[in-house]
């Protein structure tokens, strides 16, 4: 079975910082992974993913994120993170043999401290 | 990208009534449709999937006469609370995607409050 491991629960950083948000992986077979935010009281915007290619994904908004498969993690980092950048973020893998059923991890709150 | 509309984004019922949630792909036909819930500080739940014309497909522990599940539409599901609970009150979202291996799109959302 799948299972997507987020640790760490919550992650405050002043504004200008970098930041990494962490996300492991656990699976038989290869799998597709996504990073997702969530704003409050918001549905979920898909940040970037990975397919296949490249290992190195990135966002239009600065973020980015590497897919390891010797380490089965697939962690998210930005350089210098704004105060908009607060917000939950969610690490999923597709389920089966598709990309469209997702595995969601319990999720990371950033919170950007100015 | 594609657009998943939710209707409503709010909602507050009464214990006992049943409330209907909508789900709908704006610019595409959505093949298959998921609902997922969502509870306080936690991860998505996938509730169960539906595909269009069909009777949707349940995850284990969700109650199907409790969580009905209509895609009636290639651009429509809609969720069904029934008898509604306070402990129903939760956060539910809907994705949808066009064929298989393709991305999911998720809609904005659904509170809902039982009172």
């Known amino acids: 079975a799948q299972s997507v491991t987020q640790l760490d629960s919550q992650v405050p950083v002043f504004e200008e910082a970098p930041v990494e948000l962490r996300c492991n992986y656990s699976?038989?077979?290869?799998?597709?992974l996504f990073w997702y935010v969530q704003y409050p009281n918001q549905g979920l915007q898909l940040l970037l993913k990975?397919?296949?290619?490249?290992?190195l994904v990135k966002s239009i908004n600065g973020f980015e994120a590497e897919f390891n498969k010797s380490q089965t993690s697939f962690h998210l980092r930005k350089p210098s993170v704004h105060i908009s950048d607060t917000a939950e973020y969610f690490c999923?893998?597709?389920?089966?043999?598709?990309?469209?059923?997702?595995?969601f991890g319990t999720g990371t709150r950033l919170k950007v401290l100015a | 990208g594609a657009v998943v509309s939710q209707h409503p984004s709010r909602v507050i019922c009464k214990s006992g009534t049943s409330v209907k949630i909508e789900c709908r792909s704006l610019?595409?036909?959505?093949?298959?449709m998921f609902w997922y819930r969502q509870f306080p500080k936690q991860s998505l739940m996938l509730m169960a999937t539906?595909?269009?014309?069909?009777?949707?497909?349940?995850e284990q522990g969700v109650e199907k006469d409790k969580f009905l599940i209509n895609h009636a539409s290639l651009t429509l599901s809609t969720l069904t609370v029934t008898s509604a609970h306070p402990e129903d009150s939760s956060f539910y979202i809907c994705?949808?995607?066009?064929?298989?291996?393709?991305?999911?799109?998720f809609g904005q959302g659904t509170r809902l409050t039982v009172v």
């Open positions: 699976s038989s077979v290869s799998v597709y």
């Open positions: 994705s949808a995607i066009q064929g298989v291996n393709t991305e999911a799109f």
């Open positions: 990975y397919l296949s290619g490249s290992t």
């Open positions: 539906s595909n269009e014309g069909s009777k949707a497909t349940y």
């Open positions: 999923a893998v597709s389920r089966g043999s598709g990309t469209y059923k997702y595995i």
């Open positions: 610019d595409f036909q959505a093949t298959t």
